[in-house]
Nanobody, 127 residues
């Protein structure tokens, strides 16, 4: 099973930008749709963005549209989330997830137990 490690989380100010990375080891994500999710204490994990295996198709939550960009580099076995115009409400633990299938719907619609998760990276946006 592929192991996912997120990085890039930090404490930033409102309006700042941040780029999260998700590196895969012990396997490949080249044929997997990938996604980013986030969670704050006491709330359910919520979907942020997904990208299909080739990188040609992406899908975003309404909260991410126009501000966040998901991308991937299959040669590096990595996925990224570039976040611009950050807001305090973006504060959360961000998780990377790998699907067993190739398209974005496999990330958006899959039960959490059907995705392979990383440990998360904390993003805190101060006002």
């Amino acid at each position: 099973q592929v192991q996912l490690v997120e990085s890039g989380g930090s404490l930033v100010q409102t309006g700042d930008s941040l780029r999260l990375s998700c590196a895969a080891s012990r396997g490949t994500i080249q044929n997997s749709a990938m996604g980013w999710f986030r969670q704050v204490p006491g709330k359910e994990r919520e979907f942020v963005a997904a990208i299909n295996w080739s990188g040609h198709n992406t899908y975003y939550a309404d909260s991410a549209k126009g501000r966040f960009t998901i991308s991937r580099d299959n040669a590096k076995n990595a996925v990224y989330l570039t976040m611009n115009s950050l807001k305090p409400e973006d504060t959360a633990m961000y998780f990377c997830a790998a699907s067993r299938n190739t398209e974005t719907t496999a990330v958006v619609q899959a039960p959490p137990e059907n995705l392979n998760w990383g440990q998360g990276t904390q993003v805190t946006v101060s006002s």
